[in-house]
């Protein structure tokens, strides 16, 4: 599996954490329950901290826990769940979250583009997909009609 | 009408070579069938019973002759020599390959065409009353405020995975509804508050389908300067809130009704209050600008011509006359009127056209109607601006086209869905019944004795040919595998909303056609004068009547 953070395959220093497991050194993501209960412990280590959250996450109800994390995670356990995009937009715009928000699941190439306007900066591509090919998703349009998370103007004030 | 700009053309472009690149690594294999399966959709892209079917999109069902010609050309050139017109002002072509789509979608990106949007659960094309800007009892023209939403929907990137598919419709005609606003997942009127200022009535949750539902008012007046971001957090409610875990409940009519209109408002305006006054924010200078596209056409001055349309209505030459008087109404310009061109003929499948009869309406478009045609949601064409004097010699060639059919807002008039002939997931053909009634109704004298009624015929449940709607529904049901049909009475999609009811046991195919003539029949009996229409008649009267003469007393 590739990870590409801001438009580049990259080295993937973060460990996903299942529960029960112990915590290893480095950075993790832990789930959200993990990171409810274990949350001091878990902040006091030495590595960076970071939570997966799964679709059904209301960022409404997340948002002040998740803030200030170095990673917040999110699923998309099938890729035609849409729930995840609006996740990204109201951590981002909302909770003016700041660290890296990563695409984990059923992550295509095809929804790079969208992702990316929601908030994404970083993808667990899915197993066995060509990630060279994927990073053409990017530069697939050079123009958007609506603002997004990264430019939240409209075209009509950049036309 | 709008005239891309290069933002808008680069976008066009840039997504017919995405879908060209997604094709190849489909046939290539390294996109699999089912993750291929959402992308071509959005590209509006189906897989039908025998073939795949592409669907163009048509913002608010409004064509140049340039573009017709395409798409007769596309036709010609990819299909089997026509297209059919949908229910969502669309056009629709049954045979193309999927090698071919590529090339129609530059075809189509080269006059400013797509098929973005056109399927999936996406926000779909925005539809509006085909008589925008030029009919009289309009507020003003819609038509900016749809080219507004189609703009924000396209490629949307927040909304592109809903729980399922997402229709909105404008209209701006406080008195009649020619768009079915109530009908749709948001329905957006064109209103005027107590202080004489215009806004937009916003309505949610209404839908056809399996569980048939009325849209409700989420807010009762919204400024025009915050169209965007009230979409915006109703559709972000909505992709939080909506089912997914069952197809069939999945439409925001589910939601709203789960919620409560008050629960749902409520949401909305929270979500609505923290984004509203940002980015997103309509100026004046951009309404002005796409307004501008809409700009009256340079039409010449002429006397008032509403007698003299009267008087035609009653020309001795019949087939004309009876065309003024059912296919052509008012315009709010004097000496212009707007012509109905009826896709409805007894021997072609309701709103089929053939690529031979697409380039001849371009051509009569561009002589008699500013080169600029509209497809209606009832699956027939406009040319909204016609001279009232050029009106008999329009009609000479539309008859010669076969589209000179006076069946306008009649029995003959109908929807339909593509029903078995086309779906996999139809109980019954829509096509022949159809085709059959209006061949049924072909005496144009009993035809106009009837009056006013609309007719919707759809092949199952799902409703495409609005069947809950029509004055008179058809469903197709399957009983013990032979394809039957129930009727229903009283539906209405306009401003008096209302959903049909069924009559009783259902009808097989010999049946059905007689079965609505013998509705019609009692109709003519029990109506207090000609004036009373037939659904006006039906809401004095009630079942009762009707069921007694399809089913006898018992
Ligand atoms: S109503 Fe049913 S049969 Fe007709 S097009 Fe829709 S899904 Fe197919």
Redesign the interface.
Known sequence: MATIRDGKIVEDTWQHVADGEAAPEGDVIVTLARLRQEGEALRARAGKLGVRVGSDAIADEIGDEVKDLALVAIEFPKYVDGRGYTIARKLRDRFKFEGELRAVGNVLRDQLFYMHRCGFDAYELQEGKDAEGALEAFQEFSVTYQGGSDDPRPLYRRR | MYQY?Q?DQ??VE??S??FR??VQ?RLSG??LED?FK??RLQNGLYMQLHAYMLRVAVPYGLLSSTQMRKLAHIARTYDKGYGHLTTRQNMQFNWPTLEGVANILDELASVQMHAVQTSG?CIRNTTSDQFAGVTRDELEDPRPYAEIIR??S??????????RKFKIAVNATPDDDRAAVYFHDIGVKLVENGAGERGFEVLAGGGLGRTPHIGQTVRKFLPKEHL?SYLESIL?VY??FGR?DNKFKARIKILVNALGIEEFSRRVEEEWE??KD???L??EE?IE?VKKHFAPHAYETLPDSDSELAALALDKDRAFGNWVKNNVRPHKVPGYASVTISVKDKEIPPGDLSDYQMDQVADLADRYSFGEMRITHTQNLVLADVKVSQLRELHEKLVAVNLGNANANHIADMITCPGLDFCNLANARSIPIGMRIIDRFDDIDYMNDIGDVNLKISGCINACGHHHVGNIGILGIDKQGVEHYQLMLGGSAGNDASLGQIVGPAFTQDEIVGAVDTVLQRYLKERESADETFIHCYRRVGMAPFKEALYGDN
Request: no cysteine; proline share 9%.
């Open positions: 700009d933002y680069r976008i840039e997504r070579r995405q690149g997604q690594r390294e996109i993750e959402p992308l659960n703009q924000w396209t490629f949307h990137p927040e909304f592109a995975f809903l729980p965007l972000r992709n939080q997914r923290q984004i940002g980015d997103m309509l100026p951009e600008r």
